[in-house]
């Protein structure tokens, strides 16, 4: 079956300082990797939408320089949160898509800043 | 505008009857529009899902109801079990292939026994 691995499952950084987070898809080729974020008592804001072989669309509130990504084949992605601070609190959502309609998520990466 | 609103915030019932969760959006373009249900410290994981060619789709206790007209859609669950109190969360998309999913703000559901 289709399965995305993300991890890690939570982290705590000190304020400042810079996480990166993973997603692998297992069993089907990713090629579209959706990041979310999950702040606390709200839904989820896309944060970008990769798509293998095209630049990575950033939505608005969010930048390449403070969420830079990485989508190298059809099934790795990663994601970096630079100089985190207490409003990047949140679980981080990757969403990959195949070639048909289901977006399947990851476990999520919880972020704690410290 | 993309933008999509969901309602109630939250929403308690009584084991046996029927839960209706309702979302609305703006934008026609959206040709795709899932249901996803979250328990507590889970991601997101898809329920059912509708496309505008249809108006209603069934799984189980699960029925949504889409009006292309009004730009509103619906989960319905009939026969609610304590086991589907979670927090469900309606989205929408333009181009599903592409996996830019834009997601309601949610309804914490409550069954009581």
């Known amino acids: 079956g289709a399965l995305v691995y993300q991890y890690p499952r939570r982290t705590i950084c000190k304020s400042g300082t810079s996480m990166r987070m993973e997603c692998q898809a297992v069993g089907f080729q990713a090629t579209s990797v959706a990041w979310y974020r999950q702040s606390p008592q709200k839904t989820f804001e896309l944060i970008a939408l990769?798509?293998?072989?095209?630049?990575?669309?950033?939505e608005q509130n969010f930048t390449q320089e403070k969420f830079p990504i990485s989508h190298p084949n059809l099934s790795f992605s990663s994601m970096t949160v630079l100089n985190a601070y207490l409003e990047d609190r949140g679980l981080y959502l990757c969403g990959a898509g195949g070639q048909n309609e289901r977006l399947f998520f990851g476990h999520g990466t919880k972020l704690s800043v410290l | 505008q993309q933008q999509v609103r969901q309602s109630p915030q939250s929403l308690t019932v009584w084991e046996g009857e029927t839960a209706i969760l309702n979302c609305s959006y703006e934008?026609?373009?959206?040709?795709?529009f899932p249901w996803y249900h979250q328990f507590p410290g889970e991601s997101p994981a898809l329920l059912i899902a509708i496309r505008p060619v249809s108006n209603k789709k069934e799984d189980g206790r699960f029925t949504i109801f889409f009006n292309k007209r009004e730009k509103k859609f619906s989960l319905h669950i009939a026969d609610s079990q304590p086991g589907d109190s979670a927090t469900y969360f309606c989205a929408a998309s333009v181009n599903y292939n592409q996996g830019k999913l834009i997601f309601g703000q949610g309804t914490k559901l409550s069954i009581k026994p």
């Open positions: 990769s798509t293998v072989n095209s630049a990575i669309k950033y």
């Open positions: 934008d026609s373009t959206f040709d795709y």
